[in-house]
């Protein structure tokens, strides 16, 4: 089970503070080159403009943490790199309870979880910790340690490009910017390295663009730089997140819904897990908001296991790799993709070599005695060639013939053989 | 509320004999003119052939009433004009009550009512009365008096046009030939006036065509006269009749249904009154029949309050301005179109002036501190930006997002100030 | 009722031993001719090649039966022409009772019946039998004659045109391919000349293919001569079998679902019988397979009783002429596919003479007096006239309408007879 591999990457990177610059980034880009070796590593200046966004600072960690009034360290950075909020400015000082309690988060309804929050684009500083240890704290004096560096850096993204025998193009991304979280957002950056394994060992039809992106302003950044070139070669792709729980399959249309990746993510999901959850573009949360936004319109739905804000752990230290992401949870989100990838490779569109039926008995590829049950027997292949005229899809014939579309690969490979259909 | 000011006038309205043609139709035309002193009143001489139609003669009434064998004046239309069979032609003279009994009209299953009958193009006279008091006429000899006149006259109706910043017009009709019942018609009238009144004052982006006509013959001589003209720049009308009552909304669409007046009126009724009343256009009744006919084909719903036949008042004395009509109820039918015109006024098309979603936090429009919650806080603003693509309309955006167009108003303006979308 | 003569027709038509070849086709042909006398016979020589088959040799029984053990007669031929597998080749000889069961076919689930096999395209002997008599065979040295004759001969079919107003062609097939059988396949034979009976006396606006052919094999034989010429010309038609059992009507569509036939049988059946059932395409199983396949796709739908492979006698010497196909099961299905060719004969699209609604009172087609019930006198007259916009057809305006499109075809003459619509 490939979960299992993928799992163990994900305990991998684990450690690492990511954030959506700085070396966590890169040291996560890093990690994946091992197994994708041929994954370019890009940067962007600090300060760079991209569409309506400019390019942030440059966040570096050194160490954070709280020294209490009995002298007890706590909100260790170093423990946990949930504690500190994403992008606190520098800060060292003593101050009054009442004072830190302005920098401190907590989520009240959940009072063992350390909540993620961050502050990218306003300078605050604060420290995130559970509830249960919130209460504790005394009255007295803090002393505070924020020892961290914001400075005109560089943006990091990775970008594989895998050529196919077209030069169309399947665009896959995911974000590399969540620091110690599993599902959202460990999954999806296990997930998709894996996926590209595959792909890179295969031959394809279609050439794949992956891209290892932090979120919004990294798919911004990627779209600034990169959009001209693949809007007209990307016919077809995926979003890649909160693919790592085994506790339900979901679907997030791209805006207009009636893309290849829409159709081809719901036939998948609906033959894997009949009762997946249908989201509507308004719940939308990750990077289609910037693949899909207007005139951007590239075709990119997601094919998820629960979806980000749909979990109870979502966006805390309780999304872990022991009881939200599972070796299962992983290997199911894995297989969705690939099945859906493999649909899209496989969606051509057939054209019988004959008209009127051929005769199948004569091939063997029929019974011989026509009884009352004869018409049964092979009644699939006759469906199929009945709908190979030059206009149907095989997924088309998939939905029309209610099976899942890899129940038609091997029938088709049979009909190619006996000459009895060609495709265009 | 202006229900009461709607109810006041058309109180004053109430005595007037109004029938397709004659003097009550010019009162009523004169006394909507104090309100919309620009009204024109229109007049087309008896006997104009109009398509396939010729504009009858006008009808005046002196005088009708019976005199009973015991003496008693009954049935008297100067007590209440419906006791008349509109356009009853002259007659005076002493019938028995076997031969008045083929002049009188009742509603057995209606006891207290007398029913509206009109006879305007076969030549009779008659008289309406409750079922109770023809239950109590006595046999003998009854003294009859219609003091008529049908004579080559004219037929009038009234029309404002209200200039806006476009010649697209709005056409909005209703019909002046009933005489004393509430909301079939005076409901209609009194809605008209005051929307009118409103758009005479309002700096408007499209213009607008008001008509106040006799039902189908007016329609018809309107149509005769104007259909050239106005066939390529209505885009949008609604036929304003039934609009008195409290009891419900009704829509009715236009004869193709997906005209921009159907989009609206079903969008504005069902975050008015989720439970109003949607009926087909084979049940019909009004001057949509013209309106709509095929290669006419004006875009003419209606929005309505409780339809002409779905009522038990309706055509008959107790279609009132006391129990049937109400101030709320013509309140509800002056809001229910004003805010459909106002859909229609403020149905653009727009664009976001970015690609990618704008950096709203920057703006002040998007919480600064990222927690699980901070989508929610501005998810409708993020939407409506996300289908402002240059193709959806306000109102298709309210569509997809489920909520009332005018709630999107005010997010517009504000989008609009900071210079994110531009209308096309 | 007509029933009654075609159930004769039938019973004159069962003791002929029909195959896709032999006496028995011309059998049947030449009594189809009598009611049908310029029905022309076409013959085609084995071993042709057609598309991707080739016409079989041509099969003659002379006799057949089997003398058990004990010396008694059974699986005579000549008793019933199903105890032979149809196409079986010659064969004389005494065999052990394991060898015979090897060529002996029951259906143990129907211990009274006899099966209908066949084996057109490989070459072998057999019987068919009951599951009772089977069960009483007894051991011991069985002898065995099949005196037959395969042989280079002829396919035939029948072939009747009908030419009408038009070229334009509907198209009507039945197969005569199948032994004593009622409802697969006396039934369509029987009601198809019936059709063509009434066909050929009336005066149609367009032009009638009618086609008797032995299933597949000679569908796809006509085809392969006739496909150029037709496939312009047809614009609707029928696969008439399975039309004489009283217990249901059916529908199965054309591939596409969306041809003229499609809409008019579906429109018929849901006004014959509101628990018509509705098949889809991928339950086919007569020669719509061929007349539908990809790029012959001539827009032929069936209407049917209780269709193949739905009742328990199908395939079986239970389907027969007492029990299961009566007069009035036969009435049924004759009628509903006359009632559709109706449809399409007059199925067509009108304008009305008039801008806005014509003056109905003075034609006497209104009533003169208007009252609260006035307008439901005229509704379906007037209803009909607002959809003669030079874009509904009939069969349109009857959907929109919801009643059945014969209950138009008297108003039409009448408004027509107004001068008040024009056929386009």
Same mark, same amino acid.
């Given at each position: 089970?490939?979960?299992?591999?993928?799992?163990?990457?994900?305990?991998?990177?684990?450690?690492?503070?990511?954030?959506?610059?700085?070396?966590?980034?890169? $040291?996560?880009?890093?990690?994946? =080159? &091992?197994?994708?070796?041929? !994954?370019?590593?890009? /940067?962007? @200046?600090?300060?760079? %403009?991209?569409?309506?966004?400019?390019?942030?600072?440059?966040?570096?960690?050194?160490?954070?943490?709280?020294?209490?009034?009995?002298? $007890?360290?706590?909100?260790?950075? =170093? &423990?946990?790199?949930?504690? !500190?909020?994403?992008? /606190?400015? @520098?800060?060292?000082? %003593?101050?009054?309870?009442?004072?830190?309690?302005?920098?401190?988060?907590?989520?009240?309804?959940?009072?063992?979880?350390?909540?993620?929050?961050?502050?990218?684009?306003?300078? &605050?500083?604060?420290?995130? !910790?559970?509830?249960?240890?919130?209460?504790?704290?005394?009255?007295?004096?803090?002393?505070?340690?924020?020892?961290?560096?914001?400075?005109?850096?560089?943006?990091?993204?990775?970008?594989?490009?895998?050529?196919?025998?077209?030069?169309?193009?399947?665009?896959?991304?995911?974000?590399?910017?969540?620091?110690?979280?599993?599902?959202?957002?460990?999954?999806?950056?296990?997930?998709?390295?894996?996926?590209?394994?595959?792909?890179?060992?295969?031959?394809?039809?279609?050439?794949?663009?992956?891209?290892?992106?932090?979120?919004?302003?990294?798919?911004?950044?990627?779209?600034?730089?990169?959009?001209?070139?693949?809007?007209?070669?990307?016919?077809?792709?995926?979003?890649?997140?909160?693919?790592?729980?085994?506790?339900?399959?979901?679907?997030?249309?791209?805006?207009?819904?009636?893309?290849?990746?829409?159709?081809?993510?719901?036939?998948?999901?609906?033959?894997?897990?009949?009762?997946?959850?249908?989201?509507?573009?308004?719940?939308?949360?990750?990077?289609?908001?910037?693949?899909?936004?207007?005139?951007?319109?590239?075709?990119?739905?997601?094919?998820?296991?629960?979806?980000?804000?749909?979990?109870?752990?979502?966006?805390?230290?309780?999304?872990?790799?022991?009881?939200?992401?599972?070796?299962?949870?992983?290997?199911?989100?894995?297989?969705?993709?690939?099945?859906?990838?493999?649909?899209?490779?496989?969606?051509?569109?057939?054209?019988?070599?004959?008209?009127?039926?051929?005769?199948?008995?004569?091939?063997?590829?029929?019974?011989?005695?026509?009884?009352?049950?004869?018409?049964?027997?092979?009644?699939?292949?006759?469906?199929?060639?009945?709908?190979?005229?030059?206009?149907?899809?095989?997924?088309?014939?998939?939905?029309?013939?209610?099976?899942?579309?890899?129940?038609?690969?091997?029938?088709?490979?049979?009909?190619?053989?006996?000459?009895?259909?060609?495709?265009?």
């Amino acid at each position: 089970m490939i979960g299992n591999n993928i799992h163990n990457f994900a305990k991998e990177l684990w450690p690492i503070n990511r954030s959506i610059t700085g070396p966590g980034v890169r $040291d996560t880009l890093k990690a994946i =080159s &091992k197994i994708l070796p041929k !994954l370019k590593v890009h /940067s962007v @200046p600090s300060q760079t %403009k991209v569409f309506d966004w400019v390019v942030p600072k440059e966040w570096n960690v050194n160490e954070a943490y709280i020294i209490t009034p009995s002298g $007890d360290k706590i909100c260790d950075f =170093s &423990k946990n790199n949930l504690h !500190l909020v994403g992008y /606190s400015i @520098p800060f060292k000082g %003593k101050i009054s309870f009442e004072e830190l309690k302005k920098h401190l988060h907590t989520i009240p309804e959940q009072k063992k979880a350390i909540p993620y929050i961050t502050s990218y684009y306003e300078e &605050k500083w604060g420290f995130c !910790l559970s509830h249960d240890q919130f209460e504790k704290l005394e009255h007295g004096t803090y002393s505070i340690v924020v020892d961290t560096n914001l400075f005109n850096g560089e943006l990091n993204y990775g970008e594989l490009l895998i050529k196919g025998n077209s030069d169309k193009e399947i665009f896959l991304s995911t974000c590399i910017c969540h620091p110690s979280m599993a599902n959202n957002e460990l999954s999806g950056i296990s997930v998709l390295t894996f996926l590209a394994d595959w792909l890179q060992e295969n031959n394809n039809n279609y050439s794949y663009r992956i891209v290892f992106v932090p979120e919004t302003i990294g798919s911004i950044t990627y779209l600034h730089y990169n959009l001209k070139e693949i809007k007209n070669k990307v016919f077809a792709g995926f979003n890649v997140v909160c693919v790592g729980d085994n506790r339900s399959y979901s679907y997030l249309p791209s805006r207009k819904g009636n893309t290849i990746s829409d159709l081809v993510a719901k036939h998948i999901l609906k033959f894997t897990d009949k009762n997946f959850k249908h989201f509507s573009w308004l719940e939308r949360g990750s990077d289609e908001r910037q693949y899909c936004s207007p005139e951007v319109d590239l075709p990119i739905a997601s094919i998820l296991r629960t979806k980000y804000g749909e979990y109870p752990e979502y966006h805390t230290s309780l999304d872990d790799l022991e009881n939200v992401v599972t070796p299962e949870g992983l290997n199911g989100g894995y297989w969705a993709i690939r099945k859906a990838i493999e649909a899209i490779e496989k969606n051509k569109v057939y054209k019988s070599n004959f008209l009127c039926e051929p005769q199948m008995g004569k091939r063997g590829l029929y019974p011989q005695l026509s009884t009352k049950k004869s018409k049964n027997e092979s009644a699939l292949i006759m469906n199929i060639i009945s709908f190979c005229d030059g206009d149907n899809s095989l997924l088309k014939i998939a939905e029309t013939l209610d099976v899942p579309i890899w129940t038609l690969y091997e029938q088709i490979e049979i009909l190619k053989n006996h000459n009895l259909i060609s495709q265009l």
